[in-house]
């Protein structure tokens, strides 16, 4: 029953102002994840070069990595 109305979103059309505390939480979470990456960079500092590859997938690996 709690599930079927949560998941009505005819209520956030009809009251969007339920939305607003969730605004505060949204923020402390991304402070805490940006927190935590500054914490992460400065223990642990990586050279820009590894920083630029480290998302991309490489075929064949740069020469400096062989």
Sequence with gaps: ???????????????????IPMIPAMLVVLAFNFFGDGLRDAAAPQPMLEKLFESVILIVPPPWMR
């Design 1 to 19: 029953m709690l599930l079927n109305s949560a998941q009505n979103l005819g209520a956030i059309n009809l009251y969007p102002w339920l939305l």
